[in-house]
């Protein structure tokens, strides 16, 4: 007998993320994620992995499904969650899709009808016999979300900003809002510029609601935005039909306020639309992701992106370097100040290199990576130089390393030294991150032998000695060979020689120490610095 395909439904958004496996059953959670900047397909990725690991989960899996909050539309990022899904489950198809997706399906069993999803946002999802989808709002706090906790929220905040200077009538969401904000005075800016805005306005939408049974002005917001999420039913199911019966589902936690909310919207709606009935949805947004991870997309295969993410190879023997042993590889970087700054220029010194024989270049940051891979055909092993120099500041995050893997680099360099990470992650996370997110090698740069022995077990695919000299006391004249020799000893993987590399004698050296390759900066494409140190040695 054929074993029972494994499945995991994901129900996730800026709250937290749930996670529920079968067929053999497993739960867990993880944290929330937002889509506003950073790399947000790594944070969903790690909440993922966070969400796997809680539940216990390993071993293959065959569909994963996932309902998101604000799912990428960028077909790229998509495929890239896609893919580092895929990674972080070791899953073979992974189908993405919004929450009101998963939020009808499992709301509606018979997957046709109105499903009202409403919690700080408000969406109208409307599905027809024939399949036809109809969207209706969802439109974000800004541009939409008639009716939501936000617009509840933010109604309630203006009554009390309006009765503290005279505009409106007193009000006793005064005193709440005292309560719930801690004091008023300057709210309008607070709330404005606070990083949480949506959840803080929509968390005194339960005070508006409270205060709705005995306050005319709490209560006239009420009426207000049950007429208006009222609306948007009506129009929603109108588009589905204006004579056979639909069903209507409610869902999400606005309508957690009870009858106070549902009992005008379901007036509403048997007043104008008698077809329609009114009812609380069969199951969560979760159970929803279970049913299209277990069975056919039916009417929502539209809204549905299927993938079946390549597995990302991550081999580190010699042969699946891109640059071959015994490669000189020219790092082209310019820090400000250098005249040279710029990507044109880097690019410009990674051609000339080219043409000198390098078989690979080192570059930091997206601007000059994408300008070297417009300019050469050769392997980039890409940085990005970010923060406090004087701490881990190549590469520090995952995120760092995806802006140089979208601009064209082959491979990633990143500290791999033990000194605290800013983002708080560990080494063996980043490189975890990195091979599971962008698919590409991880080149660890140490300090020290203990330092490349803990970055080799933390994953890291090959060991360059860049930062020996670099984390405490003088820096040296000369390179660190020693450190190359004693790595090679040690290690299974590729060591690189880097850092104060100079003179043929040099380079020479740590080829005989058994480095796999070179890799040059300073030496080759600063003259600014290679003009110092003659003027030096003339004094
Ligand atoms: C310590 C640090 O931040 N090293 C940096 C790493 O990318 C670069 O500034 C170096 O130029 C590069 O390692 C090449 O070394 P050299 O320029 O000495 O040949």
Redesign the pocket.
């Known amino acids: 007998m054929m074993a029972a395909p494994r499945w995991v439904a994901i129900d996730g958004g800026q709250s937290g993320l749930r996670l529920v496996a079968g067929p053999e059953p497993a739960s867990g959670a993880g944290p929330g994620f937002s889509y506003r900047g950073g790399d947000p397909v790594g944070a969903v990725a790690r909440a993922v992995r966070a969400a796997a690991a809680d539940a216990g989960l390993t071993g293959p899996v065959d569909v994963a499904c996932l309902g998101l909050t604000g799912n990428p539309t960028d077909p790229d990022d998509s495929q890239r969650l896609a893919a580092a899904v895929g990674g972080a489950l070791d899953a073979t198809e992974v189908r993405l899709c919004e929450d009101m997706v998963t939020a009808h399906a499992g709301a509606l069993p018979s997957r046709q009808g109105v499903v009202v999803a409403a919690g700080s946002g408000v969406v109208c999802l409307g599905v027809g016999a024939d399949a036809a989808i109809h969207k209706v709002d969802g439109g974000g706090y800004l541009f939409g979300d008639v009716g939501s906790g936000f617009a509840i929220g933010r109604a309630g905040v203006r009554a009390v900003l309006a009765a503290r200077d005279g505009r409106g009538r007193p009000t006793t969401l005064t005193a709440r809002a005292e309560n719930f904000y801690g004091g008023v005075r300057n709210l309008a800016v607070r709330l404005a510029s606070s990083d949480a805005l949506v959840a803080e306005v929509a968390g005194f939408a339960i005070d508006v609601f409270a205060a709705a049974a005995h306050d005319p002005v709490a209560a006239a917001i009420v009426a207000d935005a049950a007429a208006g999420l009222a609306h948007s039913i009506v129009v929603t199911v109108r588009r589905l039909s204006r004579t056979e019966p639909v069903t209507v589902a409610y869902t999400g936690s606005l309508f957690q306020a009870g009858e106070i909310f549902l009992g005008p919207i379901r007036s509403r709606l048997a007043e104008v639309v008698p077809t329609a009935t009114f009812v609380p949805a069969a199951g969560t947004p979760l159970d929803g992701a279970k049913l299209l991870a277990q069975g056919s997309l039916g009417p929502y295969a539209r809204l549905v992106r299927v993938y079946r993410p390549e597995p990302l190879p991550i081999v580190s023997t010699m042969d699946s370097l891109p640059f071959p042993a015994g490669s000189l590889v020219v790092?082209c970087?310019a820090?400000y100040g250098n005249p040279l700054h710029g990507p044109e220029s880097m690019a410009l010194m990674a051609a000339a290199a080219a043409a000198g024989g390098a078989l690979g270049v080192?570059a930091?940051g997206p601007s000059d990576v994408a300008a070297i891979r417009s300019t050469v055909d050769l392997p980039i092993i890409g940085?990005n130089?970010l923060g406090d120099?004087g701490g881990v500041?190549?590469t520090p995050t995952v995120a760092a390393a995806a802006e140089v893997v979208r601009a064209g680099a082959s491979m990633v360099?990143i500290d791999g030294t033990d000194r605290p990470r800013p983002d708080g992650s560990t080494l063996a996370d980043q490189i975890s991150g990195i091979h599971n997110e962008l698919g590409v090698q991880v080149m660890a740069?140490v300090d020290s032998l203990a330092a490349g022995i803990a970055a080799r077990q933390a994953g890291a695919d090959l060991i360059?000695t860049?930062?020996s000299?670099?984390t405490g006391g003088p820096v040296p004249d000369d390179?660190d060979v020693e450190l190359v020799a004693a790595l090679v000893d040690r290690l299974d993987c590729p060591v690189l020689a880097?850092?104060?590399?100079?003179t043929p004698d040099q380079v020479r050296a740590a080829i005989t120490a058994g480095a796999y390759a070179v890799?040059?900066?300073?030496?080759?494409?600063?003259p600014m610095?290679i003009t110092t140190r003659l003027l030096k040695a003339m004094q």
């Open positions: 790092s970087q820090w080192r930091n940085i130089k120099p500041y190549i360099a740069d360059a860049t930062l000299g670099y390179p880097e850092g104060r590399y100079w890799i040059v900066g300073t030496a080759v494409t600063n610095a």
